[in-house]
């Protein structure tokens, strides 16, 4: 059985409970709905929406589910179209909640092309239903020149050895043909990079440019930018926004996303610094060394208009 040990979770409820009530939540990257499981079991009469792109996470997660009955509510789509997807929850929603990136289901199934370290075909795509023909990392990788490739790699990888790999798949194309698997790609890059150099990046020398494919072929830095604009939008008065990234290209989004709202008026950050697991949770879970939670507070109109009736 595949498992993903939410990351995190118990602070995201900490959070939740600082609400004054908790009518609906949307769990807009409900995954293996690990979130979804501990939020219904620790409001008992609160309801989870929750989203994901990806069919086969939305199919887990309803047998995962399906003792919550009708209090669980599963929606396939993308989340930068929350308000459209949340549009039957309109008015109840207390807070929006994001888990980014890959979930262990996407990673560990190999013919899903996102590990480096399962052989799969170059897939990528979060949202592989028969009705999403989008770009695949095949496409990409084989059909992109020179400057494309140490684009992305670059952007999306932050790898500083984008425009070499680049280059060097170009010259791999062109003398040896096709580039079809994750392991042959890893391959490559390996071939591209002198031994002394890999030893050198600490990780695995294939990983910044993975998680650059992933990246752009999700669009997931766009994604993030409209998914948390429409969660300001979907939240009622006092309603919570709860953000946990696992990159600097996915926090920094968030943060300065956050100081925007406040700066607007739109309400105040509950975490002046980023909220980090502690060690137990990091020698228990590999995946939360790296995760980074930020909380906004939308301002409560109706009980600011009370309060200044009140001293007026
Ligand atoms: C880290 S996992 C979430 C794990 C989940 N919190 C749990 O406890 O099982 C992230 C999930 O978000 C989904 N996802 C990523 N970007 C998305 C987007 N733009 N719209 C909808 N789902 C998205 C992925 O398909 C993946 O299943």
């Known amino acids: 059985m595949i498992e993903h040990l939410p990351v995190l979770i118990e602070k995201v409820i900490y959070y939740l409970e600082l609400l004054s009530s908790v009518d609906t939540v949307v769990d807009s990257t409900l995954g293996l709905g690990g979130y979804s499981e501990k939020i219904l079991n620790h409001f008992e009469t609160s ?3 929750g989203i994901d792109q990806d069919l086969h996470a939305i199919d887990k997660a309803k047998e995962r589910l399906s003792a919550f009955k009708e209090r669980f509510i599963p929606v ?38 996102f590990s480096f370290q399962n052989e799969g075909p170059l897939d990528m795509r979060m949202d592989n ?33 984008a425009s070499r790999i680049a280059s060097g798949i170009v010259k791999y194309r062109q003398t040896k043909g096709r580039i079809d698997t994750t392991t042959e790609l890893v391959a490559v890059i390996r071939s591209i990079l002198p031994a002394p150099l890999q030893r050198k990046m600490g990780g695995h020398p294939a990983r910044k440019v993975f998680q650059a494919l992933r990246i752009y072929i999700n669009q997931e830095i766009s994604a993030i930018d409209q998914g948390l604009d429409g969660s300001l939008n ?51 879970n590999y995946k939360a060394r790296s995760a980074k939670l930020r909380v906004f507070q939308k301002k409560d109109i109706s009980q600011q208009e009370n309060s200044w009736i009140f001293y007026d």
């Open 234 to 284: 979907c939240c009622g008065p006092g309603g919570m926004i709860i953000a946990i990234s696992y990159h600097s290209l996915e926090d920094r989004i968030v943060k300065h996303k956050f100081k925007e709202w406040k700066s607007d008026g739109w309400g105040s950050i509950l975490t002046k610094k980023p909220v980090l697991p502690d060690d137990d949770e990091i020698s228990s």
């Open 76 to 113: 396939h789509g993308n989340f930068r179209d929350l308000p459209t997807l949340t549009q039957t929850v309109k008015d109840r929603i207390s807070a929006v909640v994001f888990d980014l990136g890959v979930s262990n289901l996407q990673l560990t199934v190999a013919e899903r092309g």
């Open 129 to 161: 239903s028969s009705s999403n023909e989008g770009l695949t990392a095949w496409d990409v990788i084989n059909t992109y020149d020179s400057r494309e490739l140490t684009k992305i790699f670059r952007e999306y990888g932050e790898d500083r050895n």
């Open 47 to 49: 309801r989870v929406m």
